[in-house]
Each structure stands twice: as C-alpha cells, then as structure tokens.
C-alpha cells in the first residue's frame, strides 16, 4: 500500500481489497481477457464478500473455479507490481489461472477422489461372497451400524485392515446424535472416516452400507440440514490421500456388523489396536 492510501495500478482510487481485485482498471483487464460473463456487471460493489456472493449467483460452479484462482492471481500480479516493479500482464495472469485450475482437476484422481466401485455379486449369491483384501500399500475400512431396540440407540463398528488381511484396528461406538429425519448412516460413516484419520491411515478403501453422500460429492447446494451433514463427509474424504469406496451387504460386513452389535456391552466408544474382540474372532 502507499503512504498516501492511493492504488499503486491506477493511482486514482483509494486502495482496499475490492478495488485491487475488481474496480482497478488493471483487475478489469484480467476479467476481460478470461472471457468470464462479468464484465458487463456493475463495479459499484461494497466489499469482496458481495462480490463473491454475486458471482456464486450469476456464474456457473466451472466459472466460479475458474473466478476464484484469477481472484489470487491478481492479487499476486498486484504484489510484484508493487514488490518487484513487474508490469501488469492480464493475459499471464489468465494463463497462470488455468493452469492452475487444471492442475488441481488433474490432481483430483490421486488426491481425495472418489473411485466409486460396485459392490461384487457373486453368482453363487450372498452365501459365497467374500472379504475382498486391498491393494498393497491399502487399507481397508469395512464399516456397519444396528440398532439397539432397548434403548433405541445406533452403534457403529469399524474394521480397518490390511492387502494381506491384518487387523490394525476396531472401532465400536454410539453413532453420534443427528437431527431428525437424517440417515444414522451418515453419522456412523463419519466415525469410521476419522477414526482411519486419526490412525494415520491414509489410503484407504472404504466398504459398508450405501450412503447417498457419498455418490454426490462435492455438488452440495447447503441449503438443508441433511446437505450439511453430507458435505461434512465430503470434507473429511478431502484429506486422505487415495481414498475408494464400494457398498456391501451385511452378509460381506458380518465382523463390522458383530462389532455394532456389542455397543450396548460398553459404556461409550471401545477401540482395539492389532486385535480384535473375541466375540467376534468366530465371524472371521
């Protein structure tokens, strides 16, 4: 910023974050060489936040992608003008943009991507199928949840193992509270993504019941509380490293499925580390 608060692209305006990213005659530049459907929109905005609500109302989510990495790009043009004496350049600023932007979609199938993966149906049918190991370096999280009729109360087990089918953990635990109306489902998910994450295991292949939240993705609207709930899992799926899914039965999910079910023999959540109840070694 200068001394005298005046913009250091244009030196006609008083300086602040919506001019630098919008107002400034060096910003408009960069939005019109992006061919974004903006620049026809009015340059009288209060603040960036308004901006930003405005373009999440007018563009596409493809454009607003595309909107937010020009955002930083000229800001960062901004920092070596002023830093550096660089030239503006609109079209290096649009060049960077969508590299960047490609970058990170070509990135998506190592990186928090979902592989979505049918679950196997035997031709011999439920009574043959079996627990299918992971690839080397993988781990697989089986998950399922059950109902106590007692206390009407939902439990979830997880089994986390390894290619060659070695326990590394067990999970079982009161599946946490939701509102009304929303899938236990979702919640006992949840419990078995950070219970993988707060182990350290990274790469893994999620397998339990079927949940829609896991099928949309990242395509939240947020507008209901169930959209809340669904993009939370989509968050915690972000920070594994390789992360695959598929939907099995409970037939598949027998050990998980043992393990909810002695929830109600605990007082509150029990884990294991490289073993296994021995209620349940009989399922295995």
């Not at 305006?13 to 919506?18: E, G, H």
């Not at 999440?56 to 992608?65: N, S």
């Not at 669904?230 to 027998?254: A, C, G, L």
């Amino acid at each position: 910023m200068r001394r005298d608060d005046c913009c250091s692209c244009c030196f006609s305006a008083v300086d602040s974050v919506c001019h630098a990213l919008w107002t400034c005659p060096a910003a408009n530049d960069v939005w019109l060489e992006s061919n974004l459907r903006l620049h026809k929109w009015d340059r009288c905005v209060d603040n960036f936040c308004d901006l930003l609500m405005l373009a999440r109302g007018r563009l596409g989510d493809e454009e607003i992608e595309l909107f937010s990495c020009l955002a930083y790009f000229i800001w960062d043009q901004r920092n070596k003008l002023v830093h550096e004496g660089s030239a503006p350049n609109p079209v290096g600023v649009v060049r960077r943009a969508r590299s960047l932007l490609q970058s990170f979609k070509l990135s998506l199938p190592q990186v928090g991507h979902i592989d979505r993966v049918e679950a196997q149906q035997s031709a011999q049918g439920d009574a043959d199928l079996r627990w299918e190991a992971p690839k080397a370096g993988e781990y697989k999280v089986n998950w399922e949840v059950c109902k106590d009729s007692g206390s009407n109360v939902w439990y979830v087990g997880v089994l986390i193992r390894n290619h060659v089918g070695g326990v590394m953990a067990c999970l079982c635990s009161p599946v946490m509270a939701l509102p009304r109306g929303l899938n236990p489902r979702v919640g006992a998910c949840i419990h078995a993504l950070k219970f993988a994450l707060e182990l350290g295991f990274l790469d893994i292949c999620l397998e339990g019941p079927h949940v829609n939240s896991l099928e949309v993705g990242s395509s939240f609207q947020t507008e209901s509380i169930a959209d809340m709930w669904n993009e939370e899992v989509w968050v915690f799926i972000q920070r594994f490293h390789h992360f695959t899914m598929s939907s099995s039965t409970d037939k598949v999910n027998r050990e998980t499925l043992g393990l909810a079910q002695l929830g109600p023999s605990f007082v509150g959540s029990r884990v294991w580390i490289e073993e296994v109840p021995s209620q349940i070694l009989r399922l295995m």
